[in-house]
């Protein structure tokens, strides 16, 4: 008799300590730390739980938004940094909706801006920001992702401002 009762309430803990398991594992979720005493959208740090996926997205570039302009030129693809950014982040999204995510899944951005001409060849990272600020941190979507910034010599084309790969997270 002692021996079925112990056997009994060893296979009741397993199972316990199994709902127990499961149902961490399925509250669990992406953890975005803020940085401290600051409200600029970007994230100090983000943890991804072991129970989810990650996406990595291949670099996107600016699509062509003026097909009467010359495509070795900025103008054919959105003109500034703010432009393009904006052509790039709205790629990005489409590529994570077809594979069934968004942009609020988006835990980390790696960005490279090329020096702006108008610039005196420095990095325009107001226009970039400006860009930026309309797709993380808003009422809409409100999570922000980690986030490098990265002034770099040039890209494939000479017409581009901006390239900017994303790492999501799949629940």
Same mark, same amino acid.
């Given at each position: 008799?002692?021996?079925?009762?112990?056997?009994?309430?060893?296979?009741?803990?397993?199972?316990?300590?199994?709902?127990?398991?499961?149902?961490?594992?399925?509250?669990?979720?992406?953890?975005?730390?803020?940085?401290?005493?600051?409200?600029? @959208?970007? /994230? /100090?740090?983000?943890?991804?739980?072991?129970?989810?996926?990650?996406?990595?997205?291949?670099?996107?570039? @600016?699509?062509?938004?003026?097909?009467?302009?010359?495509?070795?030129? @900025?103008?054919?693809?959105?003109?500034?940094? %703010?432009?393009?950014?904006?052509?790039?982040?709205?790629?990005?999204? %489409?590529?994570?909706?077809?594979?069934?995510?968004?942009?609020?899944?988006?835990?980390?951005?790696?960005?490279?801006?090329?020096?702006?001409?108008?610039?005196?060849?420095?990095?325009?990272?107001?226009?970039?920001? /400006?860009?930026?600020?309309?797709?993380?941190?808003? %009422?809409?979507?409100?999570?922000? @992702?980690?986030?490098?910034?990265?002034?770099?010599?040039?890209?494939?084309?000479?017409?581009?401002?901006?390239?900017?790969?994303?790492?999501?997270?799949? %629940?």
């Amino acid at each position: 008799m002692l021996i079925s009762v112990i056997r009994i309430s060893f296979f009741g803990l397993c199972g316990l300590l199994s709902t127990v398991n499961i149902a961490a594992h399925a509250g669990e979720d992406v953890i975005r730390h803020r940085i401290a005493n600051s409200n600029f @959208p970007v /994230a /100090a740090a983000v943890e991804v739980p072991a129970s989810m996926s990650i996406v990595y997205l291949s670099g996107k570039l @600016p699509p062509i938004q003026d097909l009467t302009q010359d495509k070795n030129s @900025p103008l054919a693809y959105g003109g500034d940094t %703010k432009g393009q950014t904006i052509g790039v982040l709205k790629a990005i999204e %489409k590529s994570l909706k077809d594979i069934g995510l968004g942009l609020g899944d988006v835990i980390k951005l790696q960005v490279f801006l090329v020096g702006d001409p108008a610039l005196n060849n420095e990095m325009d990272m107001d226009g970039f920001m /400006a860009a930026y600020i309309q797709f993380f941190g808003t %009422k809409t979507q409100p999570n922000v @992702p980690a986030r490098s910034v990265l002034k770099i010599a040039g890209l494939a084309n000479s017409a581009w401002r901006v390239e900017i790969e994303a790492t999501a997270v799949r %629940k």
